[in-house]
């Protein structure tokens, strides 16, 4: 369907990034938890799964009623009460992340009976609802402000037929690196013909390497995407959703989360997004991303008005190569390295104001845009810890964070969120630093998320946890439940959910479908859910409604 900080004083950001702050205090928003009770329905789904004696149950069987043959039979009773409050009073909700190509390029839902039968499997399970990345390259795809809603109508309509919550994510990054990944997704065409014409709409490295995930954030407010501004094409886009699915906002729709770089995290791309899943393990440095001529502009302007035009003229001099040791470089150094000299506090609170700069901007659109609407917005940050055991922490600073051992740079970002109610995402929950630390021992993902959490504690924001890697074995889980808890203990009234990164066929094999139901249960935290393991039985119905099977074997098969 197509409609038409603690630094040097006179080194602020502020002194060449004209910033229009907010004088609202967050109470003055409106700022409501969002998260709605499903509609006034109890259904009790009892599933007997059979295996094959021959199989043992961790040999990649699954999870099904119609798995037939052998003696073993094992009951599940599972109760799904959709409108309990105590679900929601005492327990956290759990949001799954559907996969990345879930809506094709031609606007329509893949796989739609094998979709359906995994959300009918996840609602049953007690999950709140799933994550729905909507991808700028395929709605507004072709031409400027001509959109194509369709297959993210159909897939919304589905998860409300189905008892679940959406969360919907507005995608303004490409996804994969090429045409020759499946899951590839580029930017608008529209948006890539502009950039063949003018390069510098994309961020550059200081070899003039070109990073087509996301646009220079250089050019927010220029008119460069014909006749409108990067920003102003984000929050066209945010307006046609809200306008498009305003009947869902609020009762189905609960949660925007607004994309505001590569990998829809308020980042730089310093570091390839599909390297970043083994950077951790390289320890790779990140490139500083502020060649492109609009990046170079700011910082040339920056410079001159603080009367040391010298620094204007590119990034960091010494910063090393991409998986140097950072104590042999100039720049990254702990003994007198150039990040703790004048021009280091400089450029970096330049790059990192920038970054804030622009996070402000998405921030206060999106705010106009969904007030209103009784939808909870959030953003998300990147999870960098390979360098966290480090005085400079070197792959933060190149992605726009500035954090080291002596500056906070995680609270700044809170307090922006804060300013506009938004919920904080976070990722790295199911990492523990005993494992990290055999390959990379400066690496410590849970002394980086814990400063998130705390952050997010003094700012008094809602927090969305979310896992680096899918993992679906119990300590991972157990990692989770550990740090959900870092979080929430001690709040009065913590508001915290998880987005499980995502669903695959794998999900849905026998035992990692129990360890996963199992996690969500101690999630709810309430005796909403009950497992019981029996020696017989076949499936047992009771309910007020007729509840059918749910043939979680043939989801994704």
């Known amino acids: 369907m197509a409609i038409a900080s603690p630094s040097t004083p006179s080194f602020s950001a502020s002194f060449c990034c004209t910033r229009t702050e907010s004088t609202r205090s967050p109470s003055s928003i409106s700022f409501t938890r969002r998260l709605q ?7 009790r789904l009892a599933i007997s799964s059979r295996l094959n004696s021959s199989k043992p149950s961790g040999a990649g069987s699954s999870f099904s009623p119609d798995n037939g043959g052998g003696s073993e039979h094992i009951q599940y009773e599972l109760y799904h009460k959709f409108s309990s409050p105590q679900r929601r009073r005492l327990g956290s909700p759990v949001f799954v992340t559907l996969p990345v190509d879930s809506v094709s390029t031609g606007g329509q839902v893949r796989r739609r009976k094998a979709m359906a039968q995994s959300f009918k499997a996840l609602s049953v399970a007690g999950v709140e609802g799933v994550v729905v990345e909507v991808w700028w390259g395929l709605v507004e795809r072709d031409e400027p402000r001509v959109y194509n809603w369709q297959g993210y109508l159909d897939l919304v309509a589905l998860a409300k037929r189905c008892g679940l919550k959406v969360r919907a994510v507005m995608a303004f990054h490409q996804c994969a690196n090429g045409p020759d990944d499946p899951h590839w997704i580029p930017l608008p065409l529209w948006v890539l013909q502009e950039i063949d014409k ?8 200081r070899f003039g390497r070109r990073n087509m995930e996301y646009i220079s954030l250089g050019c927010d407010i220029l008119p460069v995407l014909r006749g409108r501004s990067p920003i102003q094409a984000y929050t066209d886009f945010m307006r046609n959703f809200r306008d498009t699915f305003r009947p869902f906002l609020g009762v189905v729709i609960t949660g925007i989360q607004i994309g505001m770089g590569p990998a829809g995290e308020l980042r730089y791309p310093s570091c390839p997004t599909q390297k970043l899943t083994w950077a951790w393990r390289s320890r ?13 502009a700011s910082l040339n302007a920056c410079a001159r008005e603080i009367g040391m035009r010298e620094w204007g003229d590119g990034g960091p001099i010494g910063a090393g190569n991409l998986m140097q040791n950072p104590e042999h470089t100039e720049f990254f150094r702990s003994n007198d390295g150039s990040w703790t000299r004048p021009y280091g506090q400089f450029f970096l609170e330049w790059y990192s104001g920038m970054l804030l700069l622009h996070g402000d901007r998405i921030c206060r659109e999106a705010e106009t845009v969904f007030r209103g609407t009784e939808v909870n917005t959030s953003a998300k940050l990147a999870g960098i810890h390979w360098h966290y055991g480090t005085e400079s922490h070197p792959s933060e600073l190149t992605a726009g964070y500035y954090n080291t051992s002596t500056r906070d740079g995680y609270l700044p970002i809170a307090r922006m969120f804060g300013r506009y109610g938004f919920t904080m995402c976070c990722t790295c929950f199911e990492m523990q630093d005993e494992l990290e630390r055999q390959m990379n021992p400066v690496g410590s993902p849970e002394g980086f998320l814990r400063q998130l959490l705390l952050a997010a504690r003094v700012c008094d924001i809602p927090l969305e946890g979310e896992n680096f890697a899918t993992s679906l074995d119990d300590d991972s889980f157990q990692q989770v439940l550990k740090m959900s808890k870092f979080y929430s203990n001690g709040l009065e009234k913590p508001s915290f959910s998880f987005n499980f990164m995502r669903m695959d066929k794998n999900m849905f094999e026998y035992q990692n479908w129990v360890r996963f139901t199992r996690f969500v249960r101690q999630m709810s935290d309430a005796n909403i859910f009950r497992a019981n393991l029996s020696s017989g039985g076949d499936i047992n119905l009771s309910s007020m409604l007729d509840a059918t099977k749910v043939g979680l074997a043939f989801a994704y098969s």
């Open 37 to 43: 009770p499903h509609p006034p329905l109890t259904r």
């Open 198 to 205: 003018d390069p510098d709409l994309a961020y550059s490295d």
């Open 284 to 296: 790779e440095l990140g490139e500083f991303q502020c060649y492109d001529k609009y990046m170079l």
